[in-house]
């Protein structure tokens, strides 16, 4: 199994970003996914997810509106669509396979290697 995650990088505040997970070694169409992050000297927090189909996503209440969770089955990516960032959303992004909610993270070895997203002018 294997998650690499990419995009990440500095930006401007009110700007926007994407981030990319291409997925490998399971069956990535079958799959809830999602996307987990963890900003300095903070715990690590759940912003999305994702069903295998796609039909279905979750967000957590502070980024609902700002991020869209999408993927593409075909090319086994996962996407996370990011607009108007702030300081407060830098953080390292991880990928994750299963699902997660305000109350719990997926498992960690789960997750991808992570991704840097710095938000500052």
């Known amino acids: 199994v294997q998650l690499v995650e990419s995009g990440g990088g500095l930006v401007h505040p009110g700007n926007s970003l994407r981030l990319s997970c291409a997925a490998s070694g399971f069956t990535f169409g079958r799959t809830t996914m999602s996307w987990v992050r963890q900003a300095p000297e903070k715990r690590a927090e759940w912003l999305s997810s994702i069903d295998g189909s796609g039909l279905r996503t979750y967000y957590r209440k502070s980024v609902k509106g700002r991020f869209t969770i999408s993927r593409d089955n075909a090319k086994n990516t996962l996407y996370l669509e990011m607009n108007n960032l702030d300081a407060e959303d830098t953080a390292v992004y991880y990928c994750?396979?299963?699902?997660?909610?305000?109350?719990?993270?997926?498992?960690?070895?789960?997750w991808g290697q992570g991704t840097q997203v710095t938000v500052s002018s």
């Open positions: 994750s396979r299963g699902d997660g909610n305000d109350s719990g993270l997926p498992p960690r070895h789960q």
